[in-house]
């Protein structure tokens, strides 16, 4: 008996269940470090004359690689390829500092490989704000954890190494393309907006609470010193996830067909980075038919023609800055049936107590990344955070890290999977992660009414 008692004590240490921490952020001792880590940094940004360049590398895998995104997916390998991937990477200077939007065809960026592309291409970490497409017909086998091999499949070093080296050099070239001129061109143009049409809400559907549609359109437009496009950013929150999990073709998904669309109608490079995608799902079923990812793609690119058309002043100065803050977090809890879940030494293997939020401004742009399917009820009230403050937000998710889903407290106790299994963190997660972004905003607003920083400060 006491054999048995202390087996099952040792499981219950190690394995779990144990009781779900519900206990609010605020005042917690993990909460009081990470704002306290947060009131430390500066965040004036100098201003300057705006600069962009743009780089791309392809990284379609080979078919019969593993594809990432459907855990369910058997087998995984790829039999044919439906469209190229690519990575892609922004470099925005203003004389001062530069950093680098980093995005591909890809489910996401894990810390290893941000690490990687980070020390490859020679830049630091904090200079580089990566996102993702989250397209879940993409290559995976990249990461060596358990918890990606489960969206990613059987990892390989090569692969890996082709992913990094991929990335790298699209960074690379987007900072060539600001270094090779033997003087500093006139300044590039940008505009940003925010944008909402009955034909972009009809794309969506919040499967935990169907009364709450999000699908804000985020623009941010750059146009060269001459006046004709040069890049265009696009957020949206919509999973990418039209291609069904049996449909083994390699694929961007409808950020793909967003991205050739609108460098068809424009002949500028295009770079999507997903939005608050947490809840948030397409209202189409899923297909096997490509056409639906054109027809997904035709409102997105119809809303972003027009905002580039109409009659808003385009910046030629902008402040820039980039930072990231790392934060504290609650024990890992993975639920394991009702308000019961794994012990903190099985938690463990899910992922440590740190992640990361960053942030970026370019003038009163702020692009917020998020280490999560970031909840986009949660974004709108961060985007109108933002306005009350005189900036525009572009929320993003999968910034280098990923923590599982972050949702409203109100969500916790839905049913749905992405509250029941897929919160790692418990139910105040989502608040944290928005109460840790509208600190960083306001910091940013006051720092912008401040006068912008020091000058001084070179690249």
Known sequence: MWVALALLGGFVACVGPW??????????????ATFARLDALDFAAPSGPLRVGVGSAEITPPVGEPLAGYSARKPKA??????????KAVTFSNGHRRFTI?????????????????????RPREELFFTATHTHSGGG????????????????????????????????????????ADAPPPPARMRAALLRSPALDALVVNRVDRRAPYATLGALMVRGPGGAPLVNLVTFPMHPTFLHRQDRRVSGDYPGAVQRGLRQATGADALFAIGAVGSISH?????????????????????????????????????????????????????VWGPLALSPVAGSLVHGRRTQVQA???????LLGLPADFSGELAGELEAAGRAAGLTVLVTSFNGDYIGYALPRRHWDSGHYEARTMSFFGP????????????????????????????????
């Open 19 to 32: 009781p779900i921490d519900a206990e609010p952020y605020a005042g917690t001792a993990y909460a009081r």
């Open 283 to 335: 209202a189409a079923p899923r297909t096997t038919d490509p056409a639906a990812l054109d027809r997904a793609a035709a409102p997105i690119i119809q809303a972003l023609l027009s905002a580039a058309a109409d009659d808003e002043p385009w910046a030629t100065e902008a402040a820039l800055g980039s930072w990231i803050v790392t934060v504290d977090l609650p024990r890992v809890q993975p639920r």
């Open 102 to 122: 980093v995005a591909g065809d890809l489910l996401l960026v894990t810390p290893e490989l941000a690490a990687a592309i980070a020390q490859r291409s020679g």
């Open 78 to 87: 790829s039999r044919d390829v439906l469209d190229r991937l690519h990575a």
């Open 141 to 180: 086998a990249y990461s060596d954890s358990p918890l990606y091999a489960l969206a990613l499949g059987a990892y390989d070093a090569a692969v890996f190494d082709r992913l990094a080296d991929a990335f790298a050099a699209a960074i690379r070239q987007s900072h060539h393309a600001l270094d090779a």
């Open 360 to 366: 970026a401004r370019i003038g009163e742009v702020v």
């Open 428 to 459: 105040w997660c989502g608040e944290y992660l928005s109460g840790v972004s509208r600190e960083i905003l306001g910091k940013l607003a006051r720092a912008q009414s401040g006068g912008g920083g020091r000058s001084g400060e070179e690249e």
